[in-house]
């Protein structure tokens, strides 16, 4: 290939990603999805407009090397701490029941190959972190419980993928055994990782050190990028997945000074190539395939998600939560993963796995994205009862009757904390309803009343005798929830007061209307007290925030500020 076509093809690839990130967005779908699709359409079993394929995927590797190093540098052991319980131990949990009934169907139901079902096993165990986050920003729920069970257990998947990768190696080892495979990758793996943490503690800070003295961006990125490109085709050459050699690297660089402005650096770039890479994924995906395996394709689809809910469903319960936590969770993390992407191309490329199995992967990871909105909003729908009076009574001796409290705060949350202090700093008794089990022991070990339970459930709810309360304060980020919780409050005990927490100006309508007195919405809160401050540095006199806030959506220019 001259360099002039190889300008008009890697020019087609970006104009492609980004007419389908924009068509993607513009129907309020992952961009992922959007690149998937349209390596489909310009691929070789299409429209075949690339002809060079080699290029494509030189370029999807340095897609998947730069992913996967600044993983390495975003990736904390504070993360870990932070997730509690069921982020740590119930991802795990997670991961691994879903790889062995993966396994276990691969193997009895498809009567795929152990090695391939393995495999399998794998890439449904993982979820896409990518969409997740996307759904719960957009729901306003990335605070709530289950949007944190879902956070948290996803940080726990993208560094299992690194794990795995390491497997995949093993098992496209050439010659059946398996686990002298597995023993040699092990080695492999224990002599890199020595090696990367000696460079790590001796030569890269040196190395950065000297690099940034010099005070130039481009050196300074040119140094990132041969090191984590470099670490990636060093694993390579050993035998290994690229992935964990990238991973390796970025991981050790974190520990340096120097971590924030590499990942500053690298972003753009790895965005860019990242997106080249999910094209790639989908040109090597064969739609003509879909008219002999559509059968096993529906069955596929029918078992990944039976089992990927069933798993994080049953998870979340054993750690203490309710069943709406559980099939939220369930019902977010359904879907295969982007990382899922890179186990299968691995083990297409160590020939592990045929086209077909290839083609089978990526069309039912592509359903599941597409369907995980439609499911996590069914999940919310279903999992909010609607208030009849009938179903209330008011129990006499109720959890609550232990205590003097007036006010009930539902949600333990940084903003419940807040609010439970200052109550009770003020003399107010107050009683606290979570449904997260390490919230309520907090509370318990600071001498605060709490009870544990889901206080979005009409049955729990009426044993807490919301009548003989004066203030309910909803704190908790679930808009369903509240809705629920709001009704009932307003049945129980018709003169009781109640603060709920919003999300924005329609959901703020619809509580006032079900007889909530006073919307928060945190936004809205904090833009005031920008706004005061910003008055005060200007210089301008003291007035009343609201009376100057623009309105929602308002899009005039604000005027210029007079100087101090």
């Known amino acids: 290939m001259n360099g002039e076509t190889l300008v008009i093809e890697i020019g087609i690839l970006l104009a492609a990603a980004l007419v389908g990130g924009m068509v993607a967005h513009r129907l309020r779908q992952p961009v992922i999805l959007g690149y998937l699709l349209v390596g489909v359409l310009i691929g070789p079993y299409t429209m075949g407009i690339i002809s060079d394929l080699g290029m494509v995927e030189a370029a999807a590797t340095i897609g998947v090397a730069l992913l996967m190093f600044t993983l390495g540098l975003e990736v904390s052991v504070d993360q870990l701490r932070h997730v509690g319980r069921v982020g740590l131990w119930g991802g795990v949990a997670q991961i691994m029941l879903t790889l062995l009934l993966g396994f276990l169907a691969g193997f009895f139901l498809f009567r795929w190959p152990v090695e391939q079902s393995i495999l399998f096993g794998m890439v449904i ?115 290994l997945s690229m992935v964990f050699g990238a991973f390796l690297v970025g991981l050790v660089l974190r520990k340096t000074a120097f971590a924030n402005q590499a990942l500053a650096e690298v972003t753009p770039l790895r965005d ?105 909003s069914l999940a919310s729908r279903l999992s909010t009862k609607a208030v009849r009076p009938v179903e209330i009574k008011v129990v006499a001796d ?32 107050v009683l606290i309803v979570d449904i997260d089990p390490e919230q309520i022991s907090e509370a318990r070990r600071k001498g605060i009343p709490a009870i544990y339970g889901d206080v979005t459930n009409v049955h729990f709810l009426s044993k807490l005798n919301l009548s003989k309360l004066d203030l309910l304060i909803i704190t908790i980020p679930d808009t369903s929830g509240v809705t629920t919780l709001v009704k009932a409050a307003r049945i129980m005990n018709p003169r009781i007061k109640i603060l709920a927490r919003v999300e924005n100006d329609k959901e703020a309508g619809e509580l006032k209307k079900l007889g909530v007195d006073w919307c928060v919405n945190p936004e809205y809160e904090a833009s005031l007290e920008f706004l005061r401050g910003a008055l005060g540095f200007c210089g301008l006199p003291e007035v009343e925030a609201k009376a100057v806030l623009p309105p929602v959506g308002d899009e005039e220019p604000p005027p210029v500020c007079r100087a101090i």
């Open 272 to 376: 860019v190539f990242s997106s080249l890479f999910f094209i790639s994924l989908g040109m090597l995906f064969d739609p003509g395939a879909l008219a002999e395996i559509w059968p096993t394709l529906i069955v596929l689809v029918m078992v990944i998600i039976f089992i990927k809910m069933a798993v994080v469903f049953g998870v979340v319960r054993l750690f203490g939560y309710s069943q709406r936590i559980a099939l939220l969770s369930g019902a977010g993390l359904l879907q295969v993963g982007e990382f899922g992407f890179i186990l299968a191309q691995d083990g297409l490329n160590s020939g592990l796995v045929s086209g077909s199995f290839y083609s089978l992967i990526v069309a039912s990871a592509i359903i599941t994205m597409i369907l995980t909105p439609l499911s996590l």
């Open 125 to 239: 165990s993982l979820s896409s972190t990518a969409i997740c986050f996307k759904l719960l920003m957009e729901r306003g729920e990335i605070s709530s419980i289950h949007g944190r069970i879902m956070i948290a257990i996803l940080i726990l998947q993208d560094i299992a993928v690194v794990l795995m990768t390491v497997v995949v190696s093993a098992l496209g080892g050439s010659g059946q055994d398996i686990l002298g495979n597995l023993a040699l990758t092990a080695g492999k793996v224990i002599a890199f990782s020595g090696l990367a943490i000696a460079l790590g503690v001796w030569v890269l800070p040196w190395l950065m050190g000297r690099i940034g003295g010099v005070r130039s961006r481009e050196i300074f990125l040119l140094v990132v990028l041969v090191i984590s490109i470099g670490a990636a085709i060093a694993t390579q050459i050993l035998g």
């Open 398 to 429: 109720s959890p609550s009757s232990e205590h003097t409290a007036r006010v009930l705060i539902a949600g333990y949350g940084r903003t419940g904390r807040s609010v439970a202090q200052g109550l009770l700093r003020a003399g107010t008794p």
